[in-house]
């Protein structure tokens, strides 16, 4: 029996998977210092699937995933503010002081378990220079 994938559907009807929770997407990216996007995630199922000709158990569990967050953002009211006013409101809460010294206590106590990993050195220096942009 052949598995139906959902985002091959989504891809086949032009979904720009970037336009999926985009402020979401960028607050993730900001909080984990991962360097891909919803896209890329899409891609890669592809890639992995053969352009969704095989199956494998992480393939159906990413393509669900994927579909239920479609559903989510498809369903939700879109909303009428222009785009500088999100990206204004976005970029405050991502970047407020509180949130910052917040995301600083995280990053440093994952460096503490975890010494090795290079990458939260630059996350912790990238989240100082914000508080420092901040607080001049």
Known sequence: ??????????????????SIYPEKQEVVKQ????DFNFAQIVTFLKSQTDNFQKQTPLALDLDRHIYSVYLKWSSKPKETATPTETVTSTTTTVTSPK??????????????????????????????KLLKNINN
């Not at 909080?31 to 991962?34: E, I």
């Open 31 to 34: 909080m984990t210092g991962v």
């Open 99 to 128: 949130v910052l010294e917040t995301r600083l206590k995280i990053v440093n106590s994952m460096l503490k378990k975890d010494p090795t990993k290079s990458v939260l050195k630059t996350r912790i220096k990238i989240i100082e």
């Open 1 to 18: 029996m052949r598995y139906d994938y959902k985002t091959q559907e989504l891809i086949d009807k032009g979904i720009n998977f970037n």
